[in-house]
């Protein structure tokens, strides 16, 4: 009977430690870049590479058009998140602002990546590190030391 309660008094501050703190996950450059880029199903578009800068998140890619390639790139602010999933709000597109092609990069073609007015959601389900997070929704998402640190709690 003791050898229970203690197993249940464990598992209680393990549950309070989840609830008040949370579990924080690394998310690197690397994985919001394969994230985006298996979600494009247009070969004229190619995301390049994705980079942090202070609190924004900068794709940087390339658009062919009749013959001719265009480098752009699209500025993101993290937004915060519901549930595992992130948001992030278009905050500036070099060269043009083209809402066209903002659909075309993030077109729903996967479960994990969406764009609606002006706002892309990743689902972060998709990460192995938050698929073994059996609950839990996004409380914080910040930039630190070159990862997107998303911290998950209850």
């Known amino acids: 009977m003791f050898v229970l309660r203690e197993l249940f ?22 994985m919001i870049y394969q994230i985006l880029q298996d979600n494009i199903q247009d070969e004229n578009i190619t995301i390049t590479s994705v980079d942090f800068k202070d609190d924004l998140v ?32 278009i905050n500036k597109v070099d060269p043009i602002h083209s809402k066209r092609i903002n ?14 007015d002006e706002v892309i959601s990743i689902d972060l389900n998709q990460i192995e590190k938050v698929k073994n997070i059996p609950v839990g929704n996004i409380k914080s998402m910040e930039i630190t030391d070159g990862m997107l640190v998303v911290k998950i709690g209850l």
């Open 9 to 30: 008094d464990r598992i209680s501050k393990t549950m309070s430690e989840f609830k008040e703190n949370g579990v924080s996950v690394k998310i690197s450059k690397q």
């Open 103 to 116: 659909k075309k990069l993030f077109k729903d073609k996967s479960p994990y990546v969406s764009y609606r």
């Open 58 to 89: 900068v794709v940087y890619g390339i658009v062919k058009k009749v013959r001719m390639s265009i480098n752009v790139s699209i500025t993101l602010i993290p937004e915060g998140g519901q549930n595992k999933k992130m948001f992030f709000r």
